[in-house]
């Protein structure tokens, strides 16, 4: 039996029967679902006050479920980062259970990985994946397909199409990453994981070019993408160009970046704040290999 | 005869006809104001590409003018933080030069003093408060008095109305900071200043409360503001609420924060993304005292 705990480690769920359609959804998906007590909890942005959702990730820690999936991302996290007993967390890992979920998650991945060395999972949420209304489309095949594989243990590998020039990579290194304004908020504190040799991936929203580029260049000037092996960029969206752009497009970015770095730097994880994202295990040791355009991480 | 150089570090001028104004305006006020050749250069969103501003910052070093002020901010320094010659800088500040500019050139004052412990000035830039049209009001005058007796070194103070509960504080520190993005944009790097018993002041603009305190929570976890004497903040301007705040505001940041925190936390300091903005001191050993809800900065 594969039981699943919806929590909300961050924002408040504003319409509670997208959460119940989810996990509808995932029931008959063929989990065991479970909504925490707290879940639809309020207050201000936050799914309840600080006490109350530390709590909820210590009961599901507890509890040691096969999954423990966020409802959604939003803001929350980094005011519990301090108090969270990551212990706990990780014990639940040994126990088998998989913690997912992207975007403010980002900093659960990252401060397990930084304290415990835990492997959790990048993938959906119940309200943004699973809850999604019909007539928005509902839930994305390749979402629901590649996160169902991922639980159960049977994917391995994702796959992707990437840019010209990498024909015949192959390296292997620690996968981590997320959230790239997440991941940055976490430099200079014990929570940012000490990541050698690994093959980073990132992605944002919502963030101009200029803004996603400042980022990128403190963590080359921080000396974390120099220690890579690879870095993967996923989907960079919904930001808006400003008239003094002139040009100055994610494209610049990209080169910019890549003028500055040894590390190959690919683009194509279908990974981000967009309908089809990959689940992919963060902390886990994996392989990544480029047959023409077609590039693979495999665990 | 204090000589005035404007030059370019970070974003495109869109109208060279404001520089121009501002060029006017500082000479009737006795400065002999030179444009610097590379001001008005375009690439794509920057004012000329990196080599062209590096070459800019480090003329101007050499020039070595009474005063050395941005154009403007926007986004360039971060590129060219790593190239800077800091003790060119730093030579000209002995010779007598004030470095001005606010926003972007936060990371300038602030890696001058990470690399030297120059003192630089966080005040106006040209085109933002010299080259604003009559339309709009024209240039603020607390701005311009403020700048223009710190340049000559008559200003010794600069007094704010604060929130209650102060009265009678008195410290003194090592007076650092400027916009807070920026800010953290350099921790984990070699071009943030490591200061204890400072007190260190911020602003932003366009920034959600929920950023503002995910960027301070980050600063918390970093051990740097429990290293501080005290935090002065000044306007956290331009931000849009969102329907999900539920009562989420900047007081509550505030709240938050003087909740984590013993150092005082004082607000209303005249200083951010707004049009009356105070010239400062940034790496200058300065007082800071309260009487009633009026504090001064002194130096």
């Known amino acids: 039996m594969t039981t699943l705990q919806l929590f909300s480690p961050s924002g408040v769920i504003p319409q509670p029967a997208q959460v119940r359609l989810a996990a509808q959804r995932l029931k008959s998906l063929g989990f065991e679902v479970h909504i925490d007590e707290a879940a639809l909890k309020r207050c201000q942005r936050f799914a309840g006050d600080d006490d109350i959702r530390l709590a909820a990730i ?4 507890h509890a040691a479920p096969s999954v423990a999936m966020a409802t959604r991302g939003g803001y929350g996290l980094t005011r519990l980062l301090d108090r969270i ?6 014990r639940s890992v040994e126990q088998g259970t998989r913690w997912v979920g992207y975007s403010d998650f980002t ?12 492997t959790s999972w990048a993938g959906p949420t119940a309200m943004e994946d699973f809850g999604r209304p019909v007539e928005r489309g509902g839930p994305d095949d390749v979402t629901v397909s ?5 639980m159960s243990g049977t994917l391995e590998a994702v796959g992707f199409r990437t840019d010209t020039g990498f024909d015949g990579l192959g390296l292997r290194g620690t996968l981590w990453g997320g959230n790239l304004t997440m991941l940055n908020s976490l ?4 929570h940012f994981p000490k990541v050698r040799q690994g093959i980073l991936f990132l992605e944002d929203v919502n963030e101009h070019p200029y803004r996603v580029e400042r980022q990128l260049l403190q963590l080359l000037q921080a000396g974390v ?3 890579q092996r690879a870095i993967l960029l996923g989907h960079f969206s919904d930001w808006r160009p400003s008239p003094l752009d002139r040009g100055f497009t994610m494209k610049t970015v990209w080169s910019h970046l890549r003028s500055q770095l040894r590390v190959p730097v690919l683009t194509g994880l279908p990974f981000g704040h967009v309908p089809t994202r990959v689940t992919l295990p963060v902390g886990a040791r994996v392989s990544l290999f480029v047959q023409g355009r077609e590039a693979f991480v495999q665990w």
């Open 85 to 90: 007993e990551w212990k706990r967390l990780s």
């Open 146 to 150: 590649c996160f169902t594989e991922a």
């Open 225 to 227: 993408l120099q220690q």
């Open 58 to 61: 210590h009961r599901v820690a």
């Open 187 to 190: 430099l200079g504190t014990p």
């Open 107 to 118: 900093a659960l991945h990252l401060g397990l990985l930084a304290h415990s060395g835990a």
